[in-house]
């Protein structure tokens, strides 16, 4: 896991480079700016070490809000079989993001969390027909 420390050396590295790179690129550019020893990188893997970049990009500040996102849609490095040499979309500091480019991550998200409560509509219905009864779930509105 990754230290305070390292998460604020990796935005620092994130930034210095343009606020725009894939987290495998970020990744590749922390091991060169030598953030991670050769012992460490052995024991946790590359991939592991590229989610721990991810992470240091969606922690949040004081308002709220995470210090990068992706440009576009989620890509093979978000799944849990996606292939190591596929990089996945852009990431850009957020506070980089145009007009454009923040109402499509806004969009990206409003059909997320439709997916997402779909999912839960289904499991609902699905608990009240096996049990008789299900907790209530909120509209989305």
Do not use: N
């Not at 004081?62 to 990089?87: I, K, S, T």
């Not at 699905?126 to 299900?134: L, N």
């Amino acid at each position: 896991m990754a230290t305070k420390d390292q998460r604020e050396r990796i935005r620092q590295i994130f930034a210095a480079k343009g606020g725009l790179l894939t987290t495998r690129d970020l990744a590749l550019t922390t091991l060169q700016e030598g953030l991670v020893t050769d012992d460490d990188l052995r024991q946790l893997g590359f991939r592991a070490w590229q989610a721990q970049c991810r992470r240091a990009l969606v922690e949040r500040d004081a308002a709220g809000l995470p210090y990068a996102q992706p440009l576009g849609e989620a890509g093979p490095e978000d799944d849990e079989g996606g292939d190591e040499e596929e990089a996945g979309p852009p990431w850009q500091q957020l506070s980089l993001f145009t007009y454009e480019q923040t109402a499509d991550l806004i969009r990206r998200r409003i059909k997320s969390e439709a997916d997402y409560h779909e999912q839960t509509r289904t499991i609902h219905t699905w608990c009240r027909k096996r049990f008789g009864k299900a907790p209530k779930i909120p509209s989305l509105g």
